[in-house]
């Protein structure tokens, strides 16, 4: 059955540094998404994306975050000068449907540590 | 402005009991709802949606979930609850006017199934 794959599954990064996290979308997917989740809690929409470009964000998703496809199959959300509350699971999701009637479809995510 | 509400943080109850976990929704146009599981440790996973027709939905493991539009209300429910259903469960809304598909997530109840 095909996947969203998130790499890594953990990074651990000091204050202000750059990360990059990475997603695979389901091949024939044409929305993708990012979320984030603190502590296991509420899930919290950042960014949609579609045809190559953002489609709506969040208050959340600020100058310091921005997302890109570079490639036709890997999504990437940067995080610029990291922050010690950016400490949380991002969860890339992807969906299918033209119509916004479709699931999404989660990765299994991308811890990231900032100390 | 779409919201989720889900008013209970944790419900409890022995296998083989029914179960119910609550969420009422408000959102501009016609709502497509959604519910989600997640188990530790891992991405969320679709259980089952509401987009138009039938007010009773079923989805995956034996979950079903009601639509009532009056009561802005689509709760999840399960005629016999399993151990493994113990999980955290998302619901979710997404306005059928919005372009960006952005799905807003309640903040989680997490169910506990005692043997």
């Known amino acids: 059955e095909p996947e969203v794959t998130q790499t890594p599954s953990h990074q651990v990064t000091q204050m202000g540094q750059e990360v990059i996290l990475r997603c695979v979308p389901i091949?024939?997917?044409?929305?993708f998404y990012w979320y984030r989740q603190i502590l296991g809690q509420k899930v919290e929409f950042l960014v949609s994306f579609y045809n190559n470009e953002i489609s709506e964000k969040s208050e959340i998703f600020d100058d310091q975050f921005s997302v890109e496809r570079p490639d036709g199959s890997n999504f990437t959300l940067k995080i610029r000068s990291t922050k010690l509350e950016d400490s949380a699971m991002y969860f890339c999701?992807?969906?299918?449907?033209?119509?916004?009637?479709?699931?999404?479809?989660f990765g299994e995510g991308s811890r990231l540590t900032v100390l | 402005a779409q919201s989720v509400a889900q008013p209970e943080d944790q419900v409890n109850v022995a296998e083989g009991n029914p179960l119910t976990v609550k969420c009422t929704y408000s959102v501009s146009g016609n709502p497509y709802l959604f519910w989600y599981v997640q188990y530790p440790n891992r991405g969320l996973q679709f259980l089952l949606k509401y987009i138009t027709g039938d007010n009773l939905v079923k989805g995956s493991y034996g979950f079903e979930a009601e639509f009532n539009k009056s009561q802005t209300s689509f709760h999840l429910k399960k005629p016999s609850a399993l151990v493994s259903d113990s999980a955290l469960y998302f619901c979710?809304?997404?306005?059928?006017?919005?372009?960006?598909?952005?799905?807003?997530f309640g903040a989680g109840t997490r169910l506990f199934v005692k043997a």
């Open positions: 091949s024939n997917h044409l929305y």
């Open positions: 999701a992807s969906s299918s449907s033209l119509a916004g009637t479709g699931e999404l479809f």
């Open positions: 979710a809304v997404r306005a059928s006017n919005t372009g960006g598909f952005k799905t807003i």
